[in-house]
């Protein structure tokens, strides 16, 4: 039984530790190249995501079409957006 639960603290440890790297990555990514203080900017990022929702765009595949273009056709997706 304290075997068992060592075991699942440990996992949920682990899970918590990657998810906090992933984290400051992002946040380190965003300051150092496009200058974005997350900590400052997260009510940005939901309310740019609610938005597309609101007005009927699906945002989780907005944001997938986006990651699947290359930087030289960014541009056509903005124009494609409005």
Do not use: C, P
Not at 40 to 48: D, H, L, Q, T
Request: aromatic residues 14%; positive net charge; proline residues 0%.
């Amino acid at each position: 039984m304290l075997d068992s639960r060592i075991t699942n603290l440990q996992r949920k440890e682990r899970s918590s530790l990657i998810y906090f790297d992933w984290f400051n990555n992002l946040r380190k990514e965003l300051l150092e190249i496009h200058g974005i203080k997350l900590e400052e900017e997260i009510n940005s990022f939901v309310k740019a995501i609610n938005n597309f929702k609101h007005y009927g765009h699906d945002a989780l595949k907005i944001i997938k079409e986006y990651k699947s273009l290359n930087h030289s056709n960014n541009n056509l997706f903005f124009i494609w957006m409005m």
